[in-house]
């Protein structure tokens, strides 16, 4: 509240945020987005060493509850389900934050527990190479005020399925799937 009664502007990331703050703020000073980035040299889809011999769906961000992680389980357990012969695996990259344990407990119950993957956490270099080999990339995430790995996965030309989160549906404009 002190930073929007002393502020002569604002900038945010998405036209979300700005939404969220107009509606909180309808006096607030005048808002405007800048979008993030991520580097802008394009990856390749190169010979490089494959993080997984088998095709894999990347999900990229930390283990908390909005992301989406549970519900992207679900999701799988219900396409597996349907495709038993499917060799597609479910890759988490991202560290643990604040209340993982479901998700975790997910995964382990789950019938095809031996295809989810959580790695931890990443560095760029190494991430890229797992965005540059994905099947596809899903960010499953409830909520958003923007969604880099939605720009991540673009840079490195995999297919994109995303959550209906406002923010998410934005960055991706019309290159994602919700």
Not at 34 to 54: A, F, K
Not at 70 to 89: C, D, G, Q, T
Not at 135 to 142: D, F, I, Q
Not at 158 to 169: D, F, R, S, T
Request: proline share 9%.
């Amino acid at each position: 509240r002190r930073a929007i009664k002393t502020s002569t502007r604002i900038i945010t990331i998405s036209g979300q945020v700005k939404d969220e703050l107009l509606e909180e703020f309808p006096s607030s000073p005048p808002i405007d987005v800048v979008y993030l980035g991520t580097e802008q040299t394009p990856l390749s889809r190169d010979n490089s060493t494959r993080p997984l011999s088998s095709p894999y769906i990347l999900v990229v961000g930390n283990v908390e509850p909005r992301k989406g992680i549970p519900e992207m389980i679900r999701a799988y357990e219900h396409y597996r389900s349907l495709f038993p012969a499917s060799k597609v695996r479910l890759v988490f990259c991202g560290q643990k934050l604040w209340n993982f344990e479901e998700p975790f407990r997910l995964a382990e119950n789950s019938p095809f527990s031996k295809d989810i993957l959580f790695t931890g956490y990443i560095p760029d270099a190494q991430r890229d190479n797992w965005y540059r080999h994905a099947s596809v990339t899903s960010v499953p995430s409830l909520y958003e005020g923007f969604g880099l790995p939605v720009l991540e996965a673009m840079r490195a030309g995999a297919p994109i399925l995303i959550h209906q989160a406002k923010a998410l549906q934005e960055i991706g404009q019309n290159l994602v799937r919700p």
